[in-house]
């Protein structure tokens, strides 16, 4: 029973990364950009968050800071797919291996890496925190209650909102979007802006809040996890909650089993959360859901003079 409580209690940190990264890719996306760069903004997220942790101590800031440094950095992406027309696969993947490199450069010559650095007390929401068993998932760091609340605003912007149907619009047919006057371009650029924000900060919760310290490449693969539960999630962002706890729960089990005197074999279990993403995908190809809810014109370039 302790072991179950224990698991319980840490699901919500491990899950918060891949849910604020899945989020941060289906603003994108639904604006009809195809973003493939989710391991690479969480990284520039990281970093940044850990030096302005390191410099100043305010975790607060040091989130602002990854969220910021993120979506500076994303202009670079949106210069290439939205200017340029380059192929958004291709220019998703060269901003992958151009933070990757960047990060770990920056991080070793700045003398950041593997310095630990002071993180959130955890909150409790009274009672419920007081509940036996799953008392321990209202004792959480408090970035864990503050996702389920940008969620809740994404949501509402997303579905509520005559900005955020516009942006919809733009991701289900820029010709039509643009003939009734609203600016393709513009809209785009600002989903990139505020999905790599929201990728900035599942970095800079994981290298501030969660691991407090950084280590080069440390998110290992789950900016990639973030990309197939979005497909999964079918391009809705309750859903990509829902996956994100259930990958989340696959983490948090890995130490829990180790703590436990679980013996199994250490590669086997770090490859758990990729053999699931796998059977995920194979799911989701032979239920023929993948496109159910896929913006009409993902992944597709708009060049206003080629509209017909």
């Known amino acids: 029973m302790d072991l179950v409580t224990y698991w319980l209690g840490s699901v919500p940190e491990f899950a918060v990364p891949f849910a604020l990264a899945a989020l941060g890719l289906i603003i994108i996306e639904r604006a009809g950009v195809l973003a493939l760069g989710a391991e690479g903004m969480m990284l520039v997220g990281a970093?940044?968050?850990?030096?302005?942790?390191?410099?100043?101590?305010?975790?607060?800031l040091s989130m602002l800071a990854a969220m910021a440094a993120a979506s500076a950095v994303s202009l670079l992406f949106a210069l290439m797919v939205l200017l340029l027309r380059i192929n958004q696969v291709i220019a998703g993947l060269a901003l992958v291996f151009f933070c990757q490199g960047l990060t770990g450069l920056l991080g070793t010559l700045l003398g950041w890496t593997n310095r630990p650095v002071s993180g959130l007390q955890a909150a409790e929401l009274w009672?419920?925190?007081?509940?036996?068993?799953?008392?321990?998932?209202?004792?959480?760091?408090?970035?864990?209650?503050?996702?389920v609340l940008i969620?809740?605003?994404v949501v509402w912007?997303?579905?509520?909102?005559?900005?955020?149907?516009?942006?919809?619009?733009v991701g289900e047919n820029p010709q039509a979007a643009d003939a009734a006057g609203l600016p393709v371009l513009r809209y785009r650029l600002a989903a990139i802006l505020a999905g790599s924000a929201l990728m900035g900060l599942a970095?800079?919760?994981?290298?501030?809040?969660?691991?407090?310290?950084?280590?080069?490449?440390?998110t290992g693969g789950?900016?990639?996890?973030?990309?197939?539960?979005v497909i999964f999630a079918r391009w809705s962002p309750w859903r990509a909650f829902?996956?994100?706890?259930?990958?989340?729960?696959?983490?948090?089990?890995?130490?829990?089993?180790?703590a436990a005197g679980v013996q199994l074999p250490q590669y086997f279990m770090l490859m758990t959360p990729y053999a699931v993403t796998l059977a995920v995908m194979v799911w989701v190809a032979a239920?023929?859901?993948?496109?159910?809810?896929?913006?009409g014109a993902l992944g597709e370039p708009y060049v206003r003079e080629e509209r017909r």
């Open 47 to 60: 970093l940044a968050g850990i030096g302005m942790q390191l410099a100043l101590g305010l975790p607060g």
């Open 127 to 147: 009672p419920l925190s007081e509940l036996p068993v799953v008392g321990g998932l209202f004792r959480q760091n408090p970035m864990v209650f503050l996702t």
């Open 151 to 153: 969620f809740v605003a």
């Open 157 to 169: 912007f997303l579905n509520r909102t005559r900005t955020g149907l516009k942006l919809r619009a």
């Open 203 to 218: 970095g800079g919760f994981i290298a501030v809040l969660s691991t407090k310290m950084w280590i080069a490449d440390m």
């Open 222 to 229: 789950r900016g990639w996890i973030a990309i197939a539960l």
């Open 242 to 258: 829902a996956g994100a706890l259930l990958f989340g729960s696959i983490e948090a089990l890995i130490p829990q089993l180790a």
């Open 287 to 295: 239920s023929k859901r993948a496109g159910a809810s896929q913006p």
